[in-house]
């Protein structure tokens, strides 16, 4: 008997339960209320787990590929003016020494970019 799912949104979180779903033989509906996927101006950031779960779906590398390690982080207003910021060399310094970088990241955080048209 073939069980079946049904995955309510095809962002990064739907898409990858319906491929892991998949994989196990599930029968698996996404909807979406979107009509079409184009650029939407949004990014999305990815840390170090969430990048391990994608390479279990065997996308890791096609998103390290397209994505740009981030050198600094924070956070900004609407218009782009810094709230609170982390300098670059704050990133990449460990806090303490039991503190390590994923070697297959390199950075302590991965940005994935979707441009407006």
Same mark, same amino acid.
């Given at each position: 008997?073939?069980?079946?799912?049904?995955?309510? !949104?095809?962002?990064? !979180?739907?898409?990858?339960?319906?491929?892991?779903?998949?994989?196990?033989?599930? #029968?698996?509906?996404?909807?979406?209320?979107?009509?079409?996927? *184009?650029?939407? !101006?949004? *990014? =999305?950031?990815?840390?170090?787990?969430?990048?391990?779960?994608? #390479?279990?779906?065997?996308? +890791?590398?096609?998103?390290?590929?397209? +994505? =740009?390690?981030?050198?600094?982080? *924070?956070?900004?207003? %609407?218009?782009?003016?810094?709230?609170?910021?982390?300098?670059? +060399?704050?990133?990449?310094?460990?806090?303490? %020494?039991?503190?390590?970088? #994923?070697?297959?990241?390199?950075? %302590?955080? =991965? *940005?994935?970019?979707?441009?407006?048209?």
């Amino acid at each position: 008997m073939t069980r079946t799912a049904v995955v309510v !949104g095809a962002g990064i !979180g739907g898409l990858s339960a319906a491929i892991g779903l998949r994989r196990e033989g599930w #029968d698996v509906t996404v909807l979406e209320r979107v009509a079409a996927f *184009g650029p939407v !101006g949004a *990014g =999305l950031v990815l840390q170090a787990n969430g990048l391990r779960c994608l #390479d279990a779906l065997g996308l +890791g590398e096609a998103v390290r590929m397209r +994505g =740009l390690a981030d050198a600094s982080a *924070g956070t900004r207003r %609407p218009d782009g003016r810094w709230l609170a910021r982390v300098p670059a +060399g704050d990133l990449e310094r460990p806090p303490h %020494p039991e503190f390590r970088i #994923d070697p297959q990241i390199r950075k %302590p955080f =991965l *940005g994935v970019v979707r441009y407006l048209a």
